[in-house]
Nanobody, 126 residues
Framework: QLQLVESGGGLVQPGGSLRLPCAAFGFTLAYYYIGWFRQAPGKERAWVSCISSRGNYRNYADSVKGRFTISRDNAKNTAYLQMNSLKPEDAAVYYC???????????????????WGQGTQVTVSS
């Protein structure tokens, strides 16, 4: 059974950092592009970042550029989202997603991804 599992969420003060792992089970993550999305209450799921299967291409939403870093360790079958300088507006449920289509890292739409994790809550508050 193909499964993605996010973790690492929690409560952090503004300006703080969190690292979100996304572990894959039942399939080899190295063949897949990985995207991170987030969804705040009452808002649509928004694209955050994407990384290619080999990690040589990365893309970020303007709202997180320079603060967030996407990475992957294919040997560990895990991708990561490092979030620094967190702001209250970054608070949301964060989801990782996977798909083999190369287009997912350019279209940046949640509808393009076939596999999703259950999400992890990030709260940014003092």
């Amino acid at each position: 059974q193909l499964q993605l599992v996010e973790s690492g969420g929690g409560l952090v003060q503004p300006g703080g950092s969190l690292r979100l792992p996304c572990a894959a089970f039942g399939f080899t993550l190295a063949y897949y592009y990985i995207g991170w999305f987030r969804q705040a209450p009452g808002k649509e799921r928004a694209w955050v970042s994407c990384i290619s299967s080999r990690g040589n291409y990365r893309n970020y939403a303007d709202s997180v550029k320079g603060r967030f870093t996407i990475s992957r360790d294919n040997a560990k079958n895990t991708a990561y989202l490092q979030m620094n300088s967190l702001k209250p507006e970054d608070a949301a449920v964060y989801y990782c997603a996977a798909d083999r289509k190369r287009s997912v890292c350019t279209l940046n739409s949640p509808h393009e991804y076939g596999y999703w994790g259950q999400g992890t809550q990030v709260t940014v508050s003092s």
